[in-house]
């Protein structure tokens, strides 16, 4: 049976893919810093993508890895992406998928992207033979930006800002067959349904929210703020995938409502 490890296994698209690849006849075996228990189909293996602590042990005996782990710090990012390579490397590895972000190539003032089209040049001429695959933000990222800029009376916006939001999910489902089938290299994009401004998303969410704030757009010249105001973000060319917003939001609020009155009635 094929064997794929999944690094990043517990964040937002490293989950779903663990989700994605339980519906094939594969066995999955996902890298983590702390040790848990194994879980039907799902094999937990304890290792440092810093330190190289466990990797050995981690990569043996696996046909696939899919690396989804990244770092907010450039440096680390680099870094434990060589140490994937390295380890599927003398682990006689037969494929290695990389995830990547749609637009990193136009976008090297923002250390994060150029650590990542990095790790693409890395992947590519490490001898392992190889797939990447970029998309564009998550909806779960736009979530957790506006819930950032809403703590405010005010929900403050960064103007110009446009995004083309993708659900997690489609992206893992896309990942997980990419990931059981022929190397290919770079593989095609990946992008939400929906080129959208930020204002417009923002409307929408608190709509799914039942909220009523005043919104006002700013010019707010962080490096992020910039990359998402140039509108490299977004792709006409990407194949288009998953929930709109509206459809993932009305998924997600009333999932979370449901939680809070579980909580709540102690049940």
Do not use: C
């Amino acid at each position: 049976m094929t064997r794929v490890l999944v690094t990043g296994g517990t964040g937002v698209l490293g989950s779903a893919i663990v989700r994605q690849l339980q519906t094939h006849d594969v066995a999955v075996r996902v890298l983590s810093r702390r040790e848990r228990p194994n879980h039907g189909q799902i094999e937990w293996v304890s290792g440092d993508l810093t330190t190289r602590a466990g990797l050995e042990a981690a990569f043996a005996g696996v046909d696939v890895v899919v690396h989804s782990a990244t770092s907010q710090k450039a440096k680390e990012d680099l870094v434990i992406t060589r140490r994937v390579l390295e380890a599927a490397k003398v682990a006689g590895t037969g494929h290695a998928l990389y995830v990547s972000i749609v637009g990193i190539d136009r976008l090297g003032f923002f250390d994060y992207y150029a650590a990542k089209l990095e790790g693409e040049k890395l992947f590519a001429a490490s001898g392992v033979p190889y797939a990447i695959q970029r998309a564009t933000q998550f909806h779960d990222f736009v979530a957790m930006l506006l819930t950032m800029l809403g703590r405010a009376p005010v929900l403050l916006l960064p103007r110009g800002v446009t995004l083309q939001p993708v659900d997690p999910e489609a992206v893992a489902a896309q990942i997980a067959r990419a990931a059981l089938g022929r190397v290919a290299g770079r593989l095609p994009d990946l992008a939400g349904p929906e080129v959208r401004s930020l204002e417009d998303l923002a409307v929408a969410w608190l709509h799914a929210q039942g909220k009523r704030k005043r919104m006002v757009s700013l010019p707010m010249p962080l490096p992020i703020f910039r990359a998402m105001g140039s509108g490299q973000l977004t792709s006409e060319e990407a194949e288009r995938i998953g929930q709109t917003w509206e459809v993932w939001l009305e998924h997600h609020v009333s999932s979370q409502n449901s939680d809070q009155r579980v909580r709540v009635g102690g049940t």
